[in-house]
């Protein structure tokens, strides 16, 4: 009897120290519409302290040249992970090439940036780390400086079973932070659970959003869905969008070397649209008045305009609310106030 | 001597001033080019001339030069195709119905041949486990379509998918060309996707 509780009592003592001493897998909650094409690198799986390191990383002004940017200066969770501004402003004082990109649901995304030229999350970790316009530090020196700290060389021993800080493992723990950001309890996700009961006008928003021009059937549509469709919101696709007839900024081109693919972008996803003002790749809409109004009477032809964009409908007045309407709907107020994506260290 | 490859960086100075030039596009002066060249010397007099050439010359490589299909995935050749190793291969014609609801003639190479060439599972080898093979279709946005080897095959199937570069009779305009996938009988044509620049063969996992 006493042997056996002794063994009982072993038992519980190694299960408490295993606890204590591993680092489990991070819990990722998969929303099932969003289906599971996505890439996690096998050698950087989600784990709880990797996670939790990332998301100290990504709030830390540390990581700039004079500790004034982070990450989360042009990411900010109350705007989806947006800064507000039509360009950003990091260590140099002077404006970033390209509008500052919501940071919603990159677990689906396949090519980073407006221009697609990070193919993962750990490669584009260290980008805005070593841009003199952004953060302005080479990430081997934002390593010495956390190694040089009390707090660091011990969450990295957690998260990666060693204290030696490196690049590699800050990028590492800043993309695991990143996965985790999932948006996808919006007023539209609760009415698609049949929740939360869409206003007349959102109702006819969502028509206009969803549907092509059908003149046969004399059905008006804006066809958003056909770029910006999909759970998500977006697809993983480069477009030029009519911005103008003479575009100045060469966008993917640069990546691919293709003259096809001049002027070409990211389709951006549309999930907390709303949030993320000002709009496009050089933020020149304030509003989304501006971007509906663009789609709608403004589409400039150009030789590599999206053959999507042709012969798009022009919109009425009220079409144009109600499209707006609909855009407010995939707005997500648990995302944006998720203790869990929030700044560790304004914990009380 | 000719042999060496040119770099973009040696040809600086005949973009004309507003054309973008990406420094991963290699540009190659092919060996037709450079057998003009022969018993030239290159001395003072004939810099002038030879400049007008290269400029000719540059034009065409870099057109030709450029790879403009890849096909890769599991096959046992890999594929860089330019322009010109997709003329070479056999083409055919096939009528099909366009989104316009009009039948019109499109000429290409049938996808059988790009897949032969690269050395998949096909034909005779298309049975067992190659049957959960397929072939993912990727454009210049980044737009997919998926088929199933067995859709492509004509062992299998009765239809020619095609990667077309012409309509009747023209090339195909930009934004829709130079390739895209024509799948004849094909009510609707979401998987005829354009600016094909790539083809990956996959195992389903």
Same mark, same amino acid.
């Given at each position: 009897?006493?042997?056996?509780?002794?063994?009982?009592? +072993?038992?519980?003592?190694?299960?408490?120290?295993?606890?204590?001493?591993?680092?489990?897998?991070?819990?990722?909650?998969?929303?099932?519409?969003?289906?599971?094409?996505?890439?996690?690198?096998?050698?950087?799986?989600?784990?709880?302290?990797?996670?939790?390191?990332?998301?100290?990383?990504?709030?830390?002004?540390?990581?700039?040249?004079?500790?004034?940017?982070?990450? +989360?200066?042009?990411?900010?969770?109350?705007?989806?992970?947006?800064?507000?501004?039509?360009?950003?402003?990091?260590?140099?004082?002077?404006?970033?090439?390209?509008?500052?990109?919501?940071?919603?649901?990159?677990?689906?995304?396949?090519?980073?940036?407006?221009?697609?030229? +990070?193919?993962?999350?750990?490669?584009?970790?260290?980008?805005?780390?070593?841009?003199?316009?952004?953060?302005?530090?080479?990430?081997?020196?934002?390593?010495?400086?956390?190694?040089?700290?009390?707090?660091?060389?011990?969450?990295?021993?957690?998260?990666?079973?060693?204290?030696?800080?490196?690049?590699?493992?800050?990028?590492?723990?800043?993309?695991?932070?990143?996965?985790?950001?999932?948006?996808?309890?919006?007023?539209?996700?609760?009415?698609?659970?049949?929740?939360?009961?869409?206003?007349?006008?959102?109702?006819?928003?969502?028509?206009?959003?969803?549907?092509?021009?059908?003149?046969?059937?004399?059905?008006?549509?804006?066809?958003?869905?056909?770029?910006?469709?999909?759970?998500?919101?977006?697809?993983?696709?480069?477009?030029?969008?009519?911005?103008?007839?003479?575009?100045?900024?060469?966008?993917?081109?640069?990546?691919?070397?293709?003259?096809?693919?001049?002027?070409?972008?990211?389709?951006?996803?549309?999930?907390?649209?709303?949030?993320?003002?000002?709009?496009?790749?050089?933020?020149?809409?304030?509003?989304?008045?501006?971007?509906?109004?663009?789609?709608?009477?403004?589409?400039?032809? +150009?030789?590599?305009?999206?053959?999507?964009?042709?012969?798009?409908?022009?919109?009425?007045?009220?079409?144009?609310?109600?499209?707006?309407?609909?855009?407010?709907?995939?707005?997500?107020?648990?995302?944006?106030?998720?203790?869990?994506?929030?700044?560790?260290?304004?914990?009380? | 001597?000719?042999?060496?490859?040119?770099?973009?960086?040696?040809?600086?100075?005949?973009?004309?001033?507003?054309?973008?030039?990406?420094?991963?596009?290699?540009?190659?002066?092919?060996?037709?080019?450079?057998?003009?060249?022969?018993?030239?010397?290159?001395? @003072?007099?004939?810099?002038?001339?030879?400049?007008?050439?290269?400029?000719?010359?540059?034009?065409?490589?870099?057109?030709?030069?450029?790879?403009?299909?890849?096909?890769?995935?599991?096959?046992?050749?890999?594929?860089?195709?330019?322009?010109?190793?997709?003329?070479?291969?056999?083409?055919?014609?096939?009528?099909?119905?366009?989104?316009?609801?009009?039948?019109?003639?499109?000429?290409?190479?049938?996808?059988?041949?790009?897949?032969?060439?690269?050395?998949?599972?096909?034909?005779?080898?298309?049975?067992?486990?190659?049957?959960?093979?397929?072939?993912?279709?990727?454009?210049?946005?980044?737009?997919?379509?998926?088929?199933?080897?067995?859709?492509?095959?004509?062992?299998?199937? @009765?239809?020619?998918?095609?990667?077309?570069?012409?309509?009747?009779?023209?090339?195909?305009?930009?934004?829709?060309?130079?390739?895209?996938?024509?799948?004849?009988?094909?009510?609707?044509?979401?998987?005829?996707?354009?600016?094909?620049?790539?083809?990956?063969?996959?195992?389903?996992?």
């Amino acid at each position: 009897m006493i042997r056996s509780l002794l063994l009982l009592l +072993s038992l519980v003592l190694v299960g408490i120290a295993f606890a204590f001493t591993t680092n489990p897998p991070y819990p990722l909650q998969i929303p099932n519409s969003f289906g599971h094409r996505y890439t996690i690198p096998l050698d950087n799986l989600l784990t709880v302290e990797g996670v939790a390191l990332g998301r100290y990383l990504f709030y830390d002004s540390l990581l700039s040249k004079n500790n004034t940017i982070s990450c +989360s200066s042009c990411h900010q969770q109350s705007l989806a992970f947006t800064d507000g501004f039509t360009l950003s402003i990091g260590v140099s004082g002077r404006p970033t090439f390209r509008n500052s990109m919501s940071l919603a649901n990159l677990l689906w995304v396949r090519d980073f940036f407006w221009d697609g030229h +990070s193919k993962t999350l750990e490669a584009q970790a260290l980008i805005p780390m070593d841009h003199p316009d952004e953060m302005g530090l080479a990430p081997e020196k934002s390593a010495q400086k956390l190694q040089q700290t009390k707090f660091y060389p011990e969450r990295f021993q957690k998260a990666f079973g060693t204290d030696q800080i490196t690049p590699e493992l800050m990028a590492k723990a800043l993309a695991q932070f990143e996965r985790t950001l999932i948006s996808a309890n919006s007023s539209y996700d609760q009415y698609l659970q049949g929740k939360y009961p869409l206003t007349p006008a959102e109702k006819r928003g969502m028509e206009l959003f969803m549907r092509g021009t059908s003149r046969d059937q004399n059905i008006r549509g804006a066809n958003c869905a056909h770029c910006h469709g999909g759970a998500q919101f977006f697809q993983n696709r480069f477009h030029n969008n009519g911005l103008d007839a003479s575009p100045l900024d060469p966008g993917r081109q640069e990546v691919t070397g293709f003259e096809d693919d001049f002027a070409r972008f990211r389709v951006p996803t549309l999930r907390n649209i709303a949030l993320t003002a000002p709009y496009m790749h050089d933020g020149r809409f304030k509003t989304l008045e501006e971007v509906v109004d663009h789609y709608s009477d403004h589409i400039a032809q +150009s030789r590599t305009l999206s053959a999507d964009l042709q012969g798009m409908i022009s919109l009425t007045s009220s079409e144009k609310k109600d499209l707006i309407a609909f855009l407010h709907t995939l707005t997500d107020q648990e995302f944006i106030r998720n203790p869990a994506f929030s700044n560790p260290f304004l914990r009380p | 001597m000719y042999s060496t490859p040119i770099s973009a960086h040696d040809f600086q100075w005949l973009i004309p001033h507003l054309m973008i030039v990406s420094p991963n596009r290699s540009i190659r002066v092919t060996s037709i080019g450079l057998s003009t060249f022969t018993g030239f010397h290159f001395q @003072t007099e004939n810099r002038k001339l030879m400049k007008y050439l290269l400029l000719s010359f540059f034009f065409i490589s870099s057109v030709s030069a450029q790879t403009v299909l890849k096909i890769s995935g599991e096959v046992t050749q890999p594929l860089n195709l330019q322009a010109n190793d997709l003329k070479a291969l056999p083409h055919v014609e096939v009528k099909a119905k366009d989104r316009d609801g009009k039948e019109h003639r499109y000429s290409g190479v049938p996808v059988i041949e790009l897949l032969k060439k690269a050395g998949v599972t096909v034909g005779a080898q298309l049975r067992g486990e190659n049957l959960v093979k397929y072939a993912l279709v990727r454009a210049a946005d980044g737009y997919e379509v998926l088929f199933a080897l067995p859709e492509l095959d004509p062992e299998f199937s @009765t239809r020619t998918i095609i990667l077309a570069e012409s309509v009747d009779g023209t090339s195909l305009p930009s934004g829709t060309g130079p390739y895209r996938i024509v799948v004849p009988e094909e009510k609707k044509p979401a998987r005829w996707i354009r600016e094909v620049r790539e083809i990956e063969i996959r195992f389903v996992k």
